[in-house]
């Protein structure tokens, strides 16, 4: 079954503890994206990728990190959580073409205290 | 600072009525537009995507593109209880990057 993956779907944690949301994708696409989704702000992209190696910044990518190693794999990376980090956080990916349709993966929740 | 526009709602049509939602955005050189349904908990999956002035139809679902005027819209005829979700409307500025820009969503409640 074509999907996105990611873990965890839930996660509690405190300021400045480094935490990893993984996120992979078994459809071979070239385009991978990080969302985070707050009430009345929508969907605002993190970071995207292109392709193994190559990541650029979205519109809202302070405070985050990512890495694209693997053509299946897109970690996001807090490297120090802070409480205006707490949302919903979504991984997409679509292949390469005018307006390829995103797939999302399920969601991350996270609540940083 | 590119932005994308729509009334968050919630907008109520009966059952069997057409809905029609509206997005507006901001930056003229954008060449790409989505239309995303997220029910409440769930991820957004793609409902219609339009490229090109005028309309795009399938099946109880018709986009409308005026980029002259910066507006996309959806309509939903004979909307359904099942149509009740946030609708998403998407720009991607640039059709081969993947910098997308999403507007806040319109609540769709269709009353039975």
């Known amino acids: 079954e074509a999907q996105v993956t990611q873990n965890p779907r839930y996660l509690i944690t405190v300021t400045g503890k480094k935490l990893t949301v993984t996120c992979s994708q078994n459809m071979n696409h070239e385009y991978m994206s990080w969302y985070r989704q707050d009430p009345g702000l929508g969907l605002r992209q993190i970071y995207y990728s292109m392709n193994v190696e190559v990541t650029d910044k979205g519109d809202v990518p302070e405070g985050y990190k990512v890495s694209r190693k693997e053509k299946r794999n897109f970690p996001l990376i807090l490297e120090s959580p802070s409480p205006n980090q707490t949302s919903l956080y979504f991984c997409?990916?679509?292949?390469?073409?005018?307006?390829?349709?995103?797939?999302f993966g399920p969601g991350t929740r996270l609540t940083v205290l | 600072q590119k932005e994308v526009e729509q009334n968050s709602g919630p907008l109520s049509v009966p059952e069997g009525a057409i809905a029609s939602l509206n997005c507006t955005y901001s930056?003229?050189?954008?060449?790409?537009f989505f239309w995303y349904r997220q029910y409440s908990g769930k991820s957004p999956e793609l409902i219609m995507s339009?490229?090109?002035?005028g309309d795009k139809e399938d099946g109880r679902f018709t986009a409308q593109l005026n980029k002259a005027s910066q507006y996309v819209s959806l309509l939903i005829r004979d909307s359904q209880p099942s149509d009740s979700a946030t609708y998403l409307c998407a720009s991607q500025p640039d059709n081969y990057g993947q910098n997308f820009v999403f507007g806040p969503g319109t609540r769709l409640s269709v009353l039975p």
């Open positions: 339009i490229y090109s002035n």
């Open positions: 930056d003229r050189v954008s060449q790409s």
């Open positions: 997409a990916s679509s292949g390469s073409g005018t307006g390829a349709e995103q797939f």
